[in-house]
T-cell receptor, first 116, second 116 residues
Framework: ETGVTQSPTHLIKTRGQQVTLRCSSQ?????VSWYQQALGQGPQFIFQ???????GRGNFPPRFSGLQFPNYSSELNVNALELDDSALYLC???????????????FGSGTQLSVL | AQKITQTQPGMFVQEKEAVTLDCTYD???????LFWYKQPSSGEMIFLIY??????QNATEGRYSLNFQKARKSANLVISASQLGDSAMYFC?????????????FGTGTLLAVQP
């Protein structure tokens, strides 16, 4: 059973650029969510994808967008990068899209994005 | 609004001793779930333990136990017999009710250092 994998591990961009982060979900998991973790903070929910559609979103602007592919892998795209976008971006997969109370999330090791 | 508060930015513990990491939460829902995750320096969030709001007994998973006090809205993590490998960030998180996503609300975390 393969775990959640993310690429790249580190990325440096400049303000105004666009970035794409990638995630492969754990084997058998059909739901992917993305979190942003700023330095010294806990992760914050960006959005969730199920069946290739976004089915939930946190308090993030539209320049944060995503995709999910038929094999359940996912991309996070951020346009017009700002300095405050510098953070660790975590991908998490799970079996079910609905919020079963005890549904565990399985996280990847994240992509560290630095915006200069 | 749902909120998780972790008031201990950092904790020290001697190897083989027990340590308690504090977590309080705020929610108006009757049905919710509480999670603890460990984040080593590699960045991956590792699930440790889960407690449901209707669970009558405190959850235990090996050396981890959760001291759940519903009236006080606290869900403290107890790690027994600390090991050097326990040194990491620890996050308390909550899922509220049943909905369309697996969204977790995280606290700001506690950095645990286990000393030999």
């Amino acid at each position: 059973e393969t775990g959640v994998t993310q690429s790249p591990t580190h990325l440096i961009k400049t303000r105004g650029q666009q970035v794409t982060l990638r995630c492969s979900s754990q084997s058998g998991h059909n739901t992917v969510s993305w979190y942003q973790q700023a330095l010294g903070q806990g992760p914050q929910f960006i959005f969730q994808y199920y069946r290739e559609e976004e089915n939930g979103r946190g308090n993030f602007p539209p320049r944060f967008s995503g995709l999910q592919f038929p094999n359940y892998s996912s991309e996070l795209n951020v346009n017009a990068l700002e300095l405050d976008d510098s953070a660790l971006y975590l991908c998490a997969s799970s079996l079910n899209p609905e919020s079963r109370i005890n549904e565990k999330l399985f996280f990847g090791s994240g992509t560290q994005l630095s915006v200069l | 609004a749902q909120k998780i508060t972790q008031t201990q930015p950092g904790m020290f513990v001697q190897e083989k001793e027990a340590v308690t990491l504090d977590c309080t939460y705020d929610t108006s829902d009757q049905s919710y779930g509480l999670f603890w995750y460990k984040q080593p320096s590699s960045g991956e969030m590792i699930f440790l333990i889960y407690q449901g709001s209707y669970d009558e007994q405190n959850a235990t998973e090996g050396r981890y136990s959760l001291n759940f006090q519903k009236a006080r809205k606290s869900a403290n993590l107890v790690i027994s017999a600390s090991q050097l490998g326990d040194s990491a960030m620890y996050f308390c998180a909550m899922r509220e009710g049943v909905g369309a996503t697996n969204k977790l609300i995280f606290g700001t975390g506690t950095l645990l250092a286990v000393q030999p």
